[in-house]
């Protein structure tokens, strides 16, 4: 998740629970656009009342291309964005999946090849890869001041580790990939990410710059769940959307699996739930053995951001589940108090003995 240097006030309170009845786009048979069923299982409106109850703003279930629970609180309708932290890092992958896929970078290559400031340092080693697995061993100061040229700070903060010889949970890592992207596609990134992501898909998400122009690639984006449900809903179907090969099934694979033994329960800016080791988000990093999610299926995978925001895809049961907690970034926040935001990310055990 991404952390704050500064301190989030807790305002939400839960108002109602219910199944809404909202319409989607129009849809046919060979659209991926998500459709909706009539009615709410049981198995599901019982998950949306633990779910609410920790001051969650809206939930979404959705199994392969049908959403068949969708739950708000308070205010909220479908179209309300929310601040949705650190879900953007599993965005930033995506979109450097994307680029692959059209040929314009590779993963396995130098990312100096694109940051020609790390030539001659102790960073020019660093692959595209280990930076998307957070092994990248560079430093972590940045707070994410939208003030700041934070992609300039990122670029320039130094090397602490030798690249890939630690796992280590960082923001700053992720920013460098704006300027990867941007000098690999040759454009803009938000142009890129609008033209290749969110059109195609129909997500209505909004990313946000900072004071250098350059789009946070580690957080400060609005979304919904039923944006967050299309991201995952795009990795359960090998990258295809509407018959288009939109992001490469092998990057999708690759994304979807353990990439350091360092930390085997994440993927690319992904997730997992697998049997090995996992380490904590936190400067120290601790480890313990065993699956995020106890009781939910290893393959599980899950986009996750600050104060409980969570977008879950179990391929097994083709099934997609997410909520979230927040209304805007630089308004008055409603994360919930800090038992709430724990309870939320331990949700994903919960969830699998609910709806299994």
């Not at 629970?17 to 198995?43: E, M, W």
């Not at 199994?63 to 205010?75: A, L, Q, S």
């Not at 600050?306 to 008055?332: E, V, Y």
Request: with cysteine; hydrophobic share 40%.
């Amino acid at each position: 998740m991404f952390r704050y240097g500064f301190r989030v006030v807790a305002l939400a309170a839960v108002v109602f629970i219910g199944y809404s009845n909202f319409p989607l786009t129009a849809s046919n048979s060979a659209s991926d656009t998500p459709r909706q069923s009539v009615g709410a299982n049981p198995k599901y409106a019982a998950l949306a009342a633990e779910v609410g109850a920790q001051s969650a703003s809206c939930m979404v279930v959705q199994e392969g291309k049908t959403i068949v629970g969708e739950w708000y609180w308070g205010d909220r309708t479908p179209q309300t964005l929310s601040e949705g932290f650190s879900t953007m890092k599993s965005v930033t992958a995506t979109l450097i999946g994307i680029a692959q896929t059209q040929k314009k970078l590779n993963i396995d290559q130098k990312a100096s090849d694109f940051i020609k400031e790390w030539k001659g340092t102790a960073s020019e080693s660093i692959t595209i890869r280990q930076l998307l697995s957070m092994t990248s061993g560079r430093r972590e100061v940045l707070n994410g001041n939208p003030l700041a040229d934070n992609e300039l700070i990122a670029i320039n903060i130094g090397q602490e580790t030798t690249p890939g010889s630690e796992w280590r949970y960082t923001n700053t890592t992720l920013q460098v990939l704006e300027t990867v992207l941007e000098r690999a596609v040759g454009g803009s990134v938000k142009s890129f990410a609008k033209e290749n992501l969110l059109t195609p898909l129909g997500m209505k998400s909004k990313f946000s710059e900072d004071g250098g122009s350059n789009m946070f690639m580690f957080a400060f984006w609005e979304t919904s769940c039923r944006d967050l449900a299309k991201l995952v809903q795009l990795y359960l179907q090998n990258g295809k959307w509407n018959n288009k090969q939109i992001l490469s099934a092998e990057f999708v694979n690759d994304a979807r699996t353990s990439s350091s033994a360092l930390n085997q329960n994440y993927g690319l800016l992904w997730w997992l739930n697998r049997a090995g080791t996992t380490k904590s988000t936190s400067a120290n990093a601790q480890t313990r053995i065993g699956p995020r999610h106890q009781n939910a299926p290893l393959d599980m995978f899950e986009a996750v951001g600050a104060c409980g925001q969570s977008a879950m895809g179990f391929p097994t049961q083709n099934l997609i589940i997410t909520f979230m907690r927040t209304k805007t970034l630089f308004g008055a926040l409603s994360c919930g108090s800090d038992s709430q935001t724990s309870a939320l990310n331990k949700m994903g055990s919960r969830v699998f003995e609910l709806v299994k």
